[in-house]
Nanobody, 124 residues
Framework: EVQLVESGGGLVQAGGSLRLSCAAS????????IGWFRQAPGKEREGVSC????????YYADSVKGRFTISSDNAKNTVYLQMNSLKPEDTAVYYC?????????????????WGQGTQVTVSS
């Protein structure tokens, strides 16, 4: 069974850093693209970043470009999101998700499998 498990969320002050992890199991990791998404109170789910497990290509939302870095460790079937220079507006539940069709996208509707999320709270 496909499973995606996020970890690494927590409470951090503005300007601080967190590293989120997404551990995948139950599918061939190299066949999927992995994305990070977030949902803040009163807002729709927003694509943050994504990575191709096969060729390593990446994409970022403008709101996090230059601050967040996505990476993958294929041997561990794990994708990471390094978040630096965090802002209060980054506060959200962060989800990782997987889709199998080629072509990176930050549209949550294109993703097939989802984790349960991890809370990130940035205080000012």
């Amino acid at each position: 069974e496909v499973q995606l498990v996020e970890s690494g969320g927590g409470l951090v002050q503005a300007g601080g850093s967190l590293r989120l992890s997404c551990a995948a199991s139950g599918f061939t990791f190299d066949d999927y693209d992995i994305g990070w998404f977030r949902q803040a109170p009163g807002k729709e789910r927003e694509g943050v970043s994504c990575i191709s497990s096969s060729d390593g290509s990446t994409y970022y939302a403008d709101s996090v470009k230059g601050r967040f870095t996505i990476s993958s460790d294929n041997a561990k079937n794990t994708v990471y999101l390094q978040m630096n220079s965090l802002k209060p507006e980054d506060t959200a539940v962060y989800y990782c998700a997987a889709h199998t069709l080629p072509g990176l996208t930050l549209s949550p509707y294109e993703y097939d499998y989802w984790g349960q999320g991890t809370q990130v709270t940035v205080s000012s």
